[in-house]
């Protein structure tokens, strides 16, 4: 498809298991970014990708938490022994180039629950 | 980036224009405003950006005021579908990071 697209839509995992979260962004996009957002809230940046590599992780909450970009395309998110506070919609983003007046474009999200 | 601000609701009759407002005093020259929408369970959707200049999508149509401190969007033919949360959002384009920051928004309630 032309826009981003992320997988699965919605997980639903017990507390303490792992989760591998999914985007693909818009063919040509240099930059891939990963928000979170809670019921409510504004959006929360976590990390984000320049090609296959990421300046700026300042955003994750904590080492449970990484992600990787390989071939300059897909990217995954994983978080490690969940907690019921990482239940959120987790939202993934591409634009073209950083420094660029491009925006970002949004998937519709991974709506994460941990019972 | 600047700080903005959005009335938290507005109504519109279906078939009408909507005009969003957004306050954005503290703009610097190289800052640009753009605007995204949230639809329920959707992720943010991009609908337009301007620097200075007017600009016109198909989507909807952005006025910046001449000394760039406030902005509307304009949604000429307001539809059910376009009840949303709409966000106004003034950024630099090369800042590091890039991430996007969404305020509180405008909710549109667009009523038949």
């Known amino acids: 498809g032309a826009g981003v697209s992320q997988s699965p839509s919605n997980k639903v995992t017990e507390k303490g298991k792992d989760v591998e979260l999914r985007c693909d962004p818009i063919?040509?996009?240099?930059?891939l970014y990963w928000y979170r957002q809670s019921l409510g809230q504004g959006l929360e940046f976590l990390i984000y990708?320049?090609?296959?590599?990421?300046?700026?992780k300042s955003g994750l909450p904590s080492d449970r938490f990484s992600a990787e970009r390989t071939g300059g395309s897909v990217s995954t998110l994983t978080i490690q022994r969940t907690q019921q506070e990482d239940s959120a919609v987790y939202l993934c983003?591409?634009?073209?180039?950083?420094?660029?007046?491009?925006?970002?474009?949004f998937g519709d999200g991974t709506r994460l629950s941990i019972l | 980036d600047a700080k903005t601000t959005q009335p938290p609701s507005m109504d519109c009759a279906e078939g009408r224009a909507a005009n969003l407002p957004c306050n954005h005093s503290?703009?610097?020259?190289?800052?640009?405003v753009y605007w995204y929408r949230q639809i329920h369970s959707q992720g943010p959707q991009y609908i337009i950006h301007?620097?200075?200049n007017n600009e016109t999508n198909e989507m909807a149509s952005l006025i910046i005021t001449e000394d760039r401190k406030s902005s509307t969007l304009i949604l000429p033919h307001a539809t059910l579908r376009d009840t949303a949360v709409y966000y106004c959002?003034?950024?630099?384009?090369?800042?590091?990071?890039?991430?996007?920051?969404f305020g509180g928004g405008t909710r549109l309630m667009v009523k038949p």
């Open positions: 990708f320049q090609g296959n590599s990421a300046p700026d």
């Open positions: 063919s040509g996009h240099t930059a």
């Open positions: 983003a591409s634009s073209p180039l950083r420094g660029s007046n491009q925006p970002q474009h």
């Open positions: 301007g620097l200075k």
């Open positions: 503290t703009i610097s020259g190289n800052e640009y």
């Open positions: 959002i003034v950024r630099v384009a090369n800042n590091a990071g890039n991430m996007l920051t």
